[in-house]
């Protein structure tokens, strides 16, 4: 296999050429604090918001009547506003956790003050979310929206920008010093108010021109303008190529979903917020290329929907395969392949690249057709993406039944298209271990 991968000039144009280019690009401070701000900062928000918005608004498939379901539904309709208050409190403010976590990710790795940076960047981003007019006779209620969802673009490069900031002041000596003997949290609040005026007063100027010039806020100037790539990012063939990216990422070895979803998240996130607002307006939900849409429909047992190969492995004649099909029984529940991709290895094994590519593929596009035909509800709920196969499904289309099958199907036609190559490897490693055998 080794002397094969060694002759094999596509698998030496990419280890010399491609990954280096991608292992920068994964390496990228700015690109994984923006990820953690997602998962670190907004996910526990967005988790328990989505809780609420279950509690709030019963999901029944179309069509459905299941008796408990229209019960609890009559039975909360009249407290359903002050339901909807914890939703609105949480995934209404993802925006603020991502100012937020954004520039306290990026301070980390700075070695900055990451709570004071944290918080420069969240009061400078609140200041462009509100009019540039008397803000006492501004309804909270109108910005909520560019709190949450609809303000993530600008949250992004708000907490880019004021970590640059701050690190900048820092390393000049912009900062007002203090005497040895202040109290430690005394200095800190001091070193931090030159960035922070910087930072609000810019912001409070460009929020002012925007308004002058166009009667809105600049969460909702960038949302306007970003709205083409918004919709571009809920094609299929965005969908498409985002899951082709991934698998090939993987197959280098460099983790496909975090280098992805920190581009991409802000995208995924604008169109479940879509599907939020449509869902409490009782319209059609549109949003399509969402987070779950990756995690809960197509990452079945992991990134390259590789339950299957699992379960293959468990009953392989190789020694090697059974070795690593019971090790990765038990995290392939939770959605978790990493000892799969590097003990079978995946990574830069030229016969199961091949199908951890086109199986993730054919899946997204089953579950692009399913979803916009409304064959099945959602994407709706974002959920751990930890949560086991078919419970995943269930709850995140809304507890549509259909949700389920939908991932079952994913699973037969990924093993379909895994199983040849399967063989195919599987007779390669039963070939050299009865030749060590022999030996």
Same mark, same amino acid.
């Given at each position: ?9 596509? $698998? ?13 690009? @994964?390496?990228?401070?700015?690109? !994984? ?13 967005? %988790?328990?918001?989505?809780? =609420? ?9 179309? +069509? ?8 609890? *539904? ?16 949480? /995934? +209404?403010?993802? *925006?603020? $956790? ?41 309804? =909270?209620?109108?910005? %909520?929206?560019? %709190?949450?969802? !609809?303000? %993530? ?43 922070? =005026? ?40 965005? @969908?498409?190529?985002?899951? &082709?990216?991934? $698998? ?7 983790? +496909? ?23 409490? *307006? ?10 779950? /849409? ?20 468990? /009953?392989?004649?190789?020694? !090697? ?12 529940? =939770? ?10 290895? &995946? ?64 699973? &037969?036609? @990924? ?12 007779? !390669? ?11």
């Amino acid at each position: 296999m080794n002397e094969r991968l060694t002759n094999n000039w596509f $698998m030496k144009w990419m280890e010399s050429s491609l990954m280096p280019v991608l292992a920068r690009i @994964a390496q990228n401070v700015i690109l !994984q604090s923006i990820r953690d701000a997602f998962s670190s900062f907004a996910l526990p928000v967005i %988790l328990t918001g989505s809780l =609420f918005l279950i509690i709030a608004n019963p999901p029944l498939a179309e +069509g459905a009547n299941w008796g408990p379901i229209v019960a609890w *539904a009559n039975a909360i309709k009249p407290i359903a506003g002050q339901l909807m208050i914890p939703f609105n409190l949480s /995934f +209404g403010i993802m *925006a603020l $956790m991502v100012a937020f976590g954004t520039a306290y990710s990026l301070a980390t790795r700075w070695d900055l003050d990451e709570a004071m940076t944290g918080i420069i960047s969240m009061l400078a981003f609140l200041v462009t979310t509100f009019p540039a007019s008397d803000v006492t006779k501004v309804s =909270f209620g109108d910005v %909520l929206n560019y %709190l949450g969802g !609809q303000g %993530l673009f600008v949250a992004i490069i708000i907490g880019v920008l004021t970590a640059v900031v701050v690190r900048f002041f820092n390393k000049q000596g912009l900062v007002i010093k203090m005497p040895e003997a202040v109290p430690p949290y005394v200095v800190r609040s001091f070193m931090a108010l030159v960035p922070m =005026f910087v930072m609000v007063v810019s912001a409070w100027i460009v929020e002012w021109i925007v308004w002058a010039n166009f009667k809105v806020t600049l969460p909702q100037l960038v949302i306007e303008l970003f709205k083409p790539l918004v919709a571009a990012s809920n094609s299929y063939w965005a @969908a498409l190529a985002e899951i &082709i990216l991934m $698998m090939l990422l993987w197959s280098l070895g460099i983790h +496909g979903m975090n280098v992805v979803s920190s581009i991409a998240y802000p995208f995924w996130m604008s169109q479940l917020a879509a599907n939020v607002k449509a869902l409490n *307006a009782h319209q059609p939900m549109t949003g399509i290329v969402t987070e779950p /849409f990756f995690h809960m429909f197509t990452h079945l047992g992991g990134s390259g929907t590789t339950w299957p190969l699992v379960i293959m492995f468990l /009953f392989s004649a190789s020694k !090697q395969l059974k070795t690593i099909g019971t090790a990765e029984l038990i995290p392939a529940i =939770f959605n978790i392949n990493e000892p799969l991709i590097f003990g079978a290895p &995946i990574v830069l094994n030229p016969i199961l690249m091949i199908p951890f590519i086109i199986a993730p593929a054919a899946v997204v596009t089953i579950n692009y057709i399913a979803f916009h035909f409304h064959l099945v509800t959602g994407p709706l709920y974002q959920l751990p993406f930890t949560v086991p196969v078919f419970i995943g499904g269930f709850i995140s289309s809304g507890l549509d039944w259909r949700g389920p099958i939908l991932q079952l199907v994913n699973l &037969i036609v @990924a093993g379909i298209i895994y199983y040849p190559f399967f063989k195919m490897y599987e007779a !390669q490693l039963l070939k050299n271990e009865r030749e060590l055998e022999e030996k």
